[in-house]
């Protein structure tokens, strides 16, 4: 779609990632990219007791601070890292594990089921060091619950 290029969402659904590095991920399907859209889920997803979120420097994310540590990675001037702080790992999983299903296995989605399909991806990727039976049995474990 003509200027739609990166942040646009004029043909794109945005989706927020959230991941604790060595645990797992969660995503959630938003209907745009406001503060006010992105702080609730936020919230209720990350700890009070969190030390610290790390994201980019999209403005949506500019109330953070007031709960948490805040530190951001300025991607605009090429600052993808300072030591430990970073986004690549929610980056990653959204291009290896989102991005490349969505292009190839499941080529044409509903924009009304994105969000089972990221409830897919959270999934297998929260469960990514089980072998297949074993994410089966975790599988059908959260179905009996």
């Given at each position: 779609m ?12 945005p ?23 992105l ?6 997803a990350?700890?009070?007791?969190a ?5 980019d ?19 605009g ?19 290896n ?11 044409k ?22 072998n297949?039976v ?7 474990c959260?179905?009996?619950v």
């Open positions: 003509k200027n739609s290029q990166g942040r646009s969402f004029k043909d794109k659904t989706v927020l990632g959230i991941l604790q590095r060595g645990t797992g991920v969660i995503c959630k399907v938003l209907k745009d990219t406001t503060s006010k859209s702080n609730a889920p936020i919230l209720r990350v700890s009070k007791h030390k610290a979120v790390y994201s420097e999209w403005s949506g994310y500019k109330t953070i601070h007031k709960v948490f540590n805040h530190y951001v990675v300025d991607h001037r090429k600052i993808y890292a300072v030591g430990d702080i970073h986004t690549n790992t929610i980056e990653a999983f959204l291009s594990y989102c991005k490349r299903a969505l292009m190839g296995t499941y080529s989605v509903a924009k009304k089921h994105l969000q089972l399909y990221f409830d897919e991806f959270s999934f297998r990727y929260n469960n990514r060091r089980y297949g074993n994410r089966f049995e975790v599988a059908m959260q179905c009996l």
